[in-house]
């Protein structure tokens, strides 16, 4: 089983942004938590990560996975195209954020995207993709 995981934009910059929204873990140690973890699933973990929403989706229209766990970043509250394409996934999808989307500045309140998800983790951290992993497995194995 190949499940993968992709990064949003900005997601490349955490250790510059704010540590009290994003914690203090850079993109390569997440994902090196999320391959760990995969193992311990006896799953495939595949981490990618742009700054671009056209290459998002084309990976998303891609069916060469099993499930996708994603943090869409600032693109969660703006783009209508990748909420089509996550709605097109013929595989499970989970939303991630590192931060709690809800208590943040009201313009980052509401997803587009999550409406087209099994469903959305938010405000833990490393723990949010964590999660999203272990629930598209778990929706996959059921």
């Not at 009290?20 to 760990?36: F, K, M, N, P, R």
């Not at 799953?43 to 229209?61: H, K, T, Y």
């Not at 703006?78 to 954020?97: F, G, I, N």
């Not at 469903?119 to 833990?124: E, R």
Request: contains cysteine; aromatic residues 4%; negative net charge.
């Amino acid at each position: 089983m190949e499940i993968h995981v992709y990064h949003g934009p900005n997601l490349n910059c955490l250790e510059r942004r704010d540590s009290s929204q994003y914690g203090t873990q850079g993109l390569e140690a997440i994902d090196s938590s999320l391959v760990e973890l995969g193992e311990e699933l006896n799953v495939e973990v595949v981490a990618r990560q742009s700054n671009s929403e056209s290459e998002l989706v084309g990976w998303i229209q891609k069916q060469d996975k099993d499930g996708l766990v994603i943090n869409p970043a600032g693109l969660t509250h703006t783009s209508v195209v990748l909420r089509d394409v996550l709605e097109l996934a013929e595989y499970p999808v989970v939303e991630v954020h590192l931060s709690n989307i809800a208590a943040r500045e009201q313009f980052r309140r509401q997803s587009l995207t999550a409406p087209a998800c099994l469903g959305q983790i938010s405000g833990l951290g490393l723990q949010s993709y964590e999660l999203g992993l272990r629930a598209v497995v778990k929706h996959l194995r059921a």
